[in-house]
């Protein structure tokens, strides 16, 4: 029996928000694997923000995808064919799966998974590289300190949801910030952060900042930009940091926010940073030994959001940019 591979091509460039329109479905033969290649059964592809930029009109820090071309991701599954060394059937990995049923992958550019260190919905997850996102951007670039008052938002996300709970690890202060009232409920109630906002609620962020940091915010780390990091640079601590992790809110806007509050920087001596996490791809180890070691003792869970079937795949990338999901987004297949 022939196996197929059904694949998701992109079909067109979205100038806004990517959706359903711009992708089509197509199935082809498996391609054979040659020497030093794996044919891999994918099982969780991630959906990140950073799809859109990989397929948009403007600029990107990666090449573009193609028109035609399977959509590029990351994602995890089980091998199902192998000419590459030290890959055997049966094996769980993870590399460039793309959003495709069954691709032909390069050994050399796909890591076995160690299923000792966590399951395969923990590698999704809380040991994925949103975790790994969290991890460098606050430790080393926010420099997060026992004591600090840490400000997430998109709290509730991927990274956010990561990145409140390591704050937690190192005893911080931690506030998150997330839109509507089921978010917020389970970052008060679950993940027990010390205040929550929620910027959908009213009209007056800055003064909901205000009331939750009423000493300031020594770290705050940015997943949206706009006008929540302008209302956070008011809120800031004299030698803050501000990680730049992304800036969500501006990916359909038609004119870029215009950030006001820069003059905040100056006087306190406030440090304003971004960052790629695959600029931390040497220490990941590092980073994913810390990811374990407090998913073991219990102080570090993360909610994986499955969206079933890769032909929802296009659905799913754009829930991350209208909020509709929580934690770590991913397509479930097979
Ligand atoms: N620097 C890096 O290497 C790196 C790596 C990975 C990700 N990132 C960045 O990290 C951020 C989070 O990524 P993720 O994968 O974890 O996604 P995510 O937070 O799981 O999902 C995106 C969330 O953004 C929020 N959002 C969407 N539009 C918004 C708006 N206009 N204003 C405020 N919030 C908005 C939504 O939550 P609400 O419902 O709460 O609005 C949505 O659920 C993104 O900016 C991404 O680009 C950076």
Redesign the pocket.
Known sequence: MTVLNHRILLAERPVGIPGPEHFRADVEPVCPPGPGEIVVASRYI?????MRSWIGVGPSYVRQVGIGEPMRAGGIGQVVESRATGFEVGDWVQGRTGWQSHPTLRGDQTQKLDLSVGSVEDWAGPLG??AL?AY??LMDVGELRPGDTLLV?????????IACQIGQINACRVVG????TE?CRYLAETLKLDAVID??AGPDIGAALRRACPDGVDVYF???????LDAALIVLRMGARVV??????????KEPYGVKNLGALGGKRVRMQ??????YHDRYTEARAFLAHHLRGGRLRQKL?VVKGLDRAPGALA???????????VVGVG
């Open positions: 991630s959906i990140d923000p950073a590289t949103s996102t460098f951007g938002s998109g709290a509730a996300g991927g990274v956010g949801q910030i997330a839109g509507g978010k910027y959908k940015d997943n949206v930009g706009g006008e929540i730049s992790c992304g800036r969500i809110s501006q990916a359909g806007a971004g960052f790629l996490v695959f600029d959001h829930m991350l940019f209208n909020g509709g999901n929580t934690g770590k987004l």
